[in-house]
């Protein structure tokens, strides 16, 4: 009898620490942290109802394209795991990426369930522990590192720089990309100086305070313009206010707009990384017209980050030392010669659009040109994107934005 | 003594009970199928960090929707819940949609997890059911009925024909939206033969074999062309086989353009619901490009559905009811008149591109021409979009089509 009450306890107190440990892993993810799926290997192509990677393996096929399984070998660092982020590190999760590094400091709220990933259940955990069971869940080959921190802070900017040098997917080596997916100026600026210091290529992604429009934009320091050369938005559109996040101000968001923000980007990544299709310096999305506007820009010779105006002396020598011929129609393809800073409209604004569209051409230095213009049958309420004649230089505008 | 083995085996007996609940409710959908927030009686728009819908009211005092509360009068249904209709759902889910009606007969499979939504723990359930026990965990406000069928056998078409008729928020009445999310061209045009018959509107979407393109259409039956009337890609650009999935091929698909195009679908349906933007016809998705054509199309009068032929009289009688200067402004707005289907090209493409542009013109009926060009510097691997003079007529396209 004795025995058979201790064995009944022993019982107990197992059931209950399963139960414990089941509902705390319902808690952080959804999943049970890695046991969804067994670990694999090597990527197969395939073609079996249990294979994961069989319709990743069939770009290859599909003649898009030539080594997918190179998806493995990189390290992305995605800063900021809110309506943006945590979709893009879903995507390269489910993409097959080698290392995802997520830094982020707030915490999941039930004030974020408009946007897509994290669940309700998930209230109060912090954003990137709980992004990295559901994560981990979703495919266990993928390695993650996650900071629960502030890049911005003097201590943690040091920590960044030095996991951006030395995260990548060997320790040691520097990561591959960083993805910026944070929602305010400051946070931009920070990653801009480290990018810039390190040489090192990442993607700004924005979405307006409205929730109807967003961008995505590459810069490679030294070749295409940096966020302190000229916020991508303000010589876009003119939209600066609305575009970044002020402080009391509760924006609107949409998980339709962060979606399309968070597809387009992660896009762009891959075809960077694996080599196809043509990469976009920027792409913004008008989403009340269903328009998306590209462009490029040189960086600005002038540009108040030194190592800036280092990477760009940097550039030019690497320049110079390639053989004549392909520099030549490289620079061709990517900048235009005609304007100070090289930014130009690509296709998606017709001679006679810009001749009918409406609002005056805003105060912009000599040289920039806005990206995109209003069609004459505009509606009231985009106002977001309306070309305003404010009578302030982009100077006048960013010295703005950094008093915000 | 007695007493505490009877107690203790009551514990073990009530632990295994809820140890069972907790492993079925995580294997089924991740949450705990409604108890991650309370039920919501009315949207308020108060800025709190427990508000799931702050940012969603936040959109009225942005004045881009003048009454987002109005969400949750609607009923969708959406035929297809793989890789773009899961993720539709979830988006209408969290913008708090009042009833969302399911469609498919797929199970979950680990070679879907290169796409968002479906967790690996899912494996082997009904699409249906894990997206339905997903989704009320996000958002418990909304109301569900799915159906475990396909929709294009004789049985199961008749009674998909009176869930769209009757299954309203209020049953009875009809669903405001269908959308088709579906892979194959059977089940679209049966989604078609059900719209026309009821004259109700409703979305088309789709992504490319190759992974790399896709579209949305808005379909109003007698207004603007039906699937019978003209595929929409085969009309945009020549690139019916890989659109549409054929039979034992495995298709690539990526996260990424599924993302994009479950965005942009949900996008037009709030912009269509919600009375607020330019609700799009058409709009495709170049991924290699970063390229988004848009368009519109007018009914066929030869179109070989004949509920499609009597839409159209009655949507001509109606128009011929209104007040002339309305009439005449609205048409001139979506509709040109200088060719015979009415399709025209909205401002994408610039006459210098058009000009530039290499490859023939397919062979296509008179009044019909392709609804993107590719430009002159163009890369061997987007062989997809290129237009190709196959001297294949559309009427033979779409014989072809219909023999898959």
Redesign the interface.
């Given at each position: 009898?004795a025995e058979?009450?201790e064995r009944?306890?022993q019982?107990?107190e197992e059931?209950?620490r399963?139960?414990a440990q089941?509902?705390s892993?319902?808690a952080l993810?959804?999943?049970?942290g890695g046991?969804?799926?067994v670990r694999i290997e090597k990527m197969s192509p395939e073609?079996?109802?249990?294979?994961?990677?069989?319709?990743?393996m069939?770009?290859k096929?599909?003649?898009?394209v030539n080594d997918y399984e190179k998806i493995r070998t990189f390290a992305i660092a995605i800063v900021g795991v809110g309506g943006v982020g945590s979709?893009t590190a879903?995507?390269l999760t489910?993409?097959?990426i080698g290392k995802l590094l997520l830094f982020d400091y707030d915490k999941v709220?039930?004030?974020n369930?408009?946007?897509?990933f994290f669940?309700?259940?998930q209230?109060g955990l912090s954003k990137v522990q709980a992004a990295e069971y559901t994560l981990r869940?979703?495919?266990p080959d993928v390695l993650f590192e996650v900071h629960n921190y502030n890049i911005t802070t003097v201590e943690n900017f040091q920590h960044f720089m030095d996991r951006i040098s030395n995260g990548g997917l060997e320790e040691g080596k520097p990561v591959d990309l960083v993805l910026s997916c944070v929602d305010n100026f400051e946070a931009r600026m920070t990653i801009n100086t480290a990018c810039n210091e390190l040489g090192q290529t990442w993607m700004e992604s924005g979405v307006s305070?409205?929730?109807?429009s967003g961008h995505i934009q590459l810069i490679i320091p030294g070749e295409s313009a940096c966020f302190a050369c000229a916020p991508p938005l303000v010589v876009a559109a003119n939209i600066d206010e609305k575009t970044l996040k002020r402080e009391g101000v509760?924006?609107?968001?949409?998980?339709?707009?962060m979606?399309?923000v968070?597809?387009?980007l992660?896009?762009?990544v891959?075809?960077f990384l694996l080599n196809?299709?043509?990469v976009?310096f920027y792409?913004g999305y008008n989403?009340?017209?269903?328009?998306?506007p590209?462009m490029s820009m040189k960086p600005n010779p002038q540009c108040d980050d030194r190592n800036c105006r280092k990477q760009q002396e940097e550039y030019k020598k690497k320049v110079a030392a390639l053989p004549k011929p392909e520099v030549v129609q490289e620079e061709e393809?990517i900048i235009h010669e005609d304007n100070e800073w090289g930014i130009e409209l690509v296709?998606?604004?017709?001679?006679?659009?810009l001749k009918n569209s409406s609002g005056p051409v805003p105060d912009l230095p000599e040289g920039i040109t806005v990206a995109y213009t209003i069609?004459e049958?505009q509606?009231d309420?985009?106002?977001e994107v309306t070309v305003e004649d404010s009578g302030e230089s982009l100077e006048d505008l960013m010295a703005k934005m950094k008093n915000m």
């Open positions: 009898m058979s009450v009944l306890q019982r107990v059931l209950e399963e139960l089941e509902r892993r319902r993810g959804g999943g049970d046991g969804g799926r073609v079996v109802d249990s294979n994961p990677y069989s319709r990743l069939a770009l096929r599909m003649g898009i979709v879903e995507m489910r993409c097959g709220e039930l004030a369930m408009n946007r897509l669940q309700p259940h209230a869940n979703i495919n305070e409205n929730a109807v509760c924006a609107a968001s949409l998980p339709t707009t979606g399309v968070a597809g387009i992660v896009q762009n891959l075809k196809f299709g043509t976009s792409l989403a009340m017209q269903d328009f998306f590209t393809e296709s998606e604004v017709s001679e006679e659009e069609p049958k509606e309420s985009v106002a």
